[in-house]
């Protein structure tokens, strides 16, 4: 990987990219996802490989989890068992998937990175306008289904959302919150059981992408801190 002082910023990319950490901790404060921003400027506005894009990502996102965490244990969405529960499969199904997720970035060209990146984004804009028009539908199955059937459900779908959030550094919630929906979980328990899950993959995330020198610390800095500010200010 290359030095982190072989990447120099002018004035106002600077200006910027705080601005996009400030608005992009807004949106997770405000309604849960809101990093992806953060890795879209990271990706179209610097010269970086795909794993320094979604390590730097994956590491602003860690101080973001812990907030959000803290904010909805304390509001009790988490006092039920069957939240704890929840909470407990999706977290440790990420334990595999956040590592492995970074793995993958390793061998993804960066044009790959580029169209997978933007098909993310794609699909998530497609599944806003539906939430937005349509509505998301309960699905009746999972919640009347066998306890060992809703634990391989969660975890099948925990894996999956770590593994596509750590390869592609857009963290998990913007992806979790609408499948648990779906699922049949309350609105408030999945966000915060999202926010949860979300410091396993994040963590995990940076641990393997600095493992390979891809997570710029002054970066993390820069983005990062006006992202927590946001969150602070959309709550």
Same mark, same amino acid.
């Given at each position: 990987m290359?030095?982190?002082s072989a990447?120099?910023?002018?004035?106002?990319?600077?200006l910027?990219?705080?601005?996009v950490?400030?608005?992009?901790?807004?949106?997770?404060?405000?309604v849960?996802?809101g990093g992806v921003?953060?890795?879209?400027a990271?990706f179209?506005?610097?010269?970086?490989t795909?794993?320094e894009?979604a390590?730097t990502?994956?590491?602003?996102?860690?101080?973001t989890?812990l907030?959000?965490t803290?904010?909805?244990?304390?509001?009790?969405?988490?006092s039920t068992?069957p939240a704890?529960?929840?909470v407990?499969?999706?977290?440790?199904?990420?334990?595999?998937g956040a590592?492995?997720g970074?793995?993958l970035n390793?061998v993804?060209?960066?044009a790959?990175f580029g169209?997978?990146?933007?098909?993310?984004?794609g699909?998530?804009?497609a599944?806003?306008?539906?939430?937005?028009v349509?509505g998301?539908h309960q699905t009746a199955w999972?919640?009347g289904a066998?306890?060992?059937?809703?634990?391989l459900?969660?975890?099948?779908t925990g894996?999956g959302?770590? =593994?596509?959030?750590?390869?592609?550094?857009? *963290?998990?919630? $913007?992806?979790?919150v609408?499948?648990?929906? !779906? %699922? +049949?979980?309350?609105t408030?328990i999945?966000?915060?059981?999202?926010? =949860?899950?979300?410091?396993i993959i994040?963590? *995990?995330?940076t $641990?393997t992408y600095a493992?390979?020198g891809a !997570? %710029? +610390?002054?970066?993390?800095l820069?983005?990062?801190i006006?992202q927590l500010v946001?969150?602070?200010l959309?709550?």
């Open positions: 290359r030095s982190e990447i120099v910023l002018s004035a106002q990319l600077g910027l990219l705080a601005a950490g400030l608005l992009g901790g807004a949106a997770i404060g405000a849960g996802p921003f953060v890795t879209i990271l179209l506005l610097l010269p970086l795909p794993a894009v390590g990502a994956s590491a602003t996102f860690v101080g989890g907030i959000g803290a904010v909805y244990r304390h509001s009790g969405e988490f068992a704890r529960k929840m407990l499969v999706l977290c440790a199904s990420s334990l595999a590592p492995l970074a793995r390793a993804l060209p960066a790959a169209n997978l990146l933007a098909a993310f984004v699909i998530l804009g599944i806003i306008i539906y939430r937005e349509a998301l999972f919640t066998a306890t060992w059937t809703r634990h459900t969660l975890a099948g894996f959302v770590s =593994v596509t959030g750590a390869m592609l550094g857009v *963290g998990g919630p $913007i992806l979790l609408p499948i648990l929906v !779906v %699922l +049949g979980v309350p408030l999945a966000v915060g059981a999202s926010q =949860v899950q979300s410091v994040a963590a *995990g995330a $641990i493992s390979v !997570v %710029l +610390g002054w970066l993390v820069l983005v990062g006006p946001g969150v602070w959309g709550w």
